[in-house]
């Protein structure tokens, strides 16, 4: 553990950011300038994780091994030790440089806010120097930045920009009048699994390596439907996940639904800032899908999961009291789904539009089809 208090202690402020930041974002040159500065001047850098505005200083202060102090949330009876070791696994973080700082909630699902308000006021009362990049001018840092909360702080104000708003769209409108006419006979008798854009690390994936993405991109985000589905055929692995099902279950989701009607689901969910799917995936023939273990979903009440047995349980889902679910007629497979298990006359990859296929050609040598036509 390192000795905080022979070092100045600096803190590189920004307000909450784009959900799906860019390289060329201002606030991240910016930061990494200010990141420079403060690592030229011997600080220890105070910062945070669960926001990517505290995340992309945490990354800048490990590539360039800057001693840092981490504010993090920690609930009754948490486990302080698992919080520092994958915090120093995500991060690549040299243990030795770095110190911690617990702020006690009761639950972060329902103290999130609250917490971020005590990490601020701790941040910024615990600096020796503030370095403010992006700050909303209505929001709780600009106000904690013009209270008398640590009127000793030197504010250096050479690395200020404006805060920009948060105005991407990531909504992606589904016209199917612009299907591909020949993609519903081709895929007849396949089922497919679709993926979309991740708002966050890939599955196994560090968030050293998601934000060191992202501060080499420029126009384009690096975990976009495209990349995600480059990223599964170039490692030939469907990677199961629990999201949405019993958290004793990670599966991989294919639905038998023909590409038309799929794409009648495609549409933007508020609640969690993505599109339900996209028109991107990995189809494979359906007698083959069922040799190798992909089974329908059982669609029921909730109630009747207890009376299945152990071997179908994993396939069973509720259908709720709208049957939102049932439209989909899912199939899944329990586990990672390796794809070089499947013949190549038994795959076919789907992209959004036409231009595209090379791209995935060139890491991916089989059949690829685009979902909408060329007009």
């Keep these: 553990m390192i000795s905080i208090s022979t070092n ?6 920004n307000s909450r950011q784009n959900l799906r930041p860019l390289g060329s974002d201002a606030w991240i040159l910016t930061s990494d300038r ?6 030229e001047k011997g600080c220890t850098i105070l910062t945070s994780a669960g926001m990517n505005s505290w995340e992309m200083v945490l990354y800048f202060g490990s590539v360039y091994k800057a001693p840092m102090v981490i504010y993090m949330p920690i609930e009754d009876g948490g486990d302080t030790e ?27 699902k329902k103290d999130k806010h609250l917490f971020q308000q005590k990490r601020d006021e701790s941040i910024i009362k615990e600096a020796d120097i503030l370095y ?18 640590n009127k000793n702080a030197e504010i250096i104000d050479t690395f200020k920009i404006g805060y920009q708003e948060k105005n991407r769209s990531y909504k992606i409108e589904i016209d199917t009048t612009r299907l591909n006419h020949k993609i519903n006979h081709l895929l007849n008798e396949y089922i497919i699994h679709w993926t979309r854009a991740s708002n966050k690390t890939w599955p196994r994936e560090t968030k050293y390596e998601y934000y060191n993405d992202i501060v080499q991109s420029h126009s384009v985000y690096p975990r976009d439907g495209l990349a995600t589905l480059k990223r599964i055929v170039g490692s030939k692995k469907l990677i199961a996940s629990s999201r949405h099902y019993r958290k004793d279950t990670a599966a991989v989701a294919f639905s038998s639904l023909p590409p038309s009607e799929a794409g009648k689901l495609m549409r933007w969910r508020a609640r969690y800032r993505e599109m339900s799917f996209e028109p991107y995936g990995v189809a494979v023939e359906k007698d083959f899908a069922e040799i190798i273990g992909i089974r329908k979903v059982i669609y029921g009440q909730a109630g009747e999961y207890k009376n299945l047995g152990e071997v179908d349980k994993p396939y069973f889902q509720s259908i709720g009291k709208r049957g939102d679910w049932m439209p989909e007629k899912e199939y899944r497979y329990i586990g990672d789904l390796q794809l070089d298990r499947i013949p190549e006359d038994k795959l076919i990859v789907i992209v959004r539009l036409p231009d595209e296929i090379g791209a995935v050609q060139k890491i991916f040598d089989n059949r690829v089809v685009s979902f909408f036509d060329n007009v």
Excluded: E, T
Excluded at 134 to 145: A, T
């Design 82 to 108: 698992n919080i520092k070791q994958n915090i120093c696994l995500q991060f690549h973080l040299q243990k030795d440089l770095i110190d911690w700082r617990f702020i006690k909630i009761n639950s972060y």
């Design 8 to 13: 100045k202690k600096a803190a590189i402020l």
């Design 34 to 39: 200010a990141m420079k500065d403060a690592v």
């Design 132 to 149: 403010p990049v992006s700050v909303r001018c209505d929001g709780n840092m600009k106000r904690l930045l013009g209270s008398k909360l």
